[in-house]
């Protein structure tokens, strides 16, 4: 079982409040994730663009005017587009309702409670279905568009062994499913659960 604490971009303005995110963005969080699986260096591009958004640690999303603050700065991203430039195409991660149900239990969850971070993984995926060899789990908060949040997981930003980005490049992992929603402290949360393989 791999866990891994969730990356968080630090909201210092909240000039414009979080746009509302509607259950498509879970397949579209997916879809982001199986291009940055299949064409890494393709992915590379979209971060390079990411990286110009930075002044120091903090960076401003396009039409937003919330300044997020990192850890790390352009230092983990320029990490990251090193990684992907290397990276050999993986397959794609095959969508499965029994690992999205058991994700869309944590966020509902925390978008209720304000909560953040992993909590009985074994037991939530076990409930929807039985897996083998290998689960995982990648929680992200505050991004509304499935690539920044993609894009936050892969940077992995404050986190030393950079896990998130691990799961989403295992080489054991062949399905996921991913749950989005509203969370009080962040404005969204996205919670995706992996596999080797998964029977509903």
Known sequence: MRLFCSTIWVLLALAVPAAAIDQDMAEQVLAEMNLARTAPRTYAGFLREFRGL????????????????????????????????????LPPLIWSDGLAAAADELAKEQGESGAIGHDNIRERIDRHGKWNRQIGENIGYGPTEARYMVIQLITDDGVPDRGHRKN????????AGAACGYHPGFGSVCVIDFADRFRE
């Open 54 to 89: 930075f002044r120091g640690r903090y960076f401003v999303l396009p039409g937003s005017d919330t300044h997020m603050q990192t850890n790390e700065g352009v230092k983990a991203v320029d990490e990251a587009i090193r990684f992907l430039s290397r990276r050999k195409p």
């Open 168 to 175: 989403i490049f295992s080489t054991v992992f062949r399905t």
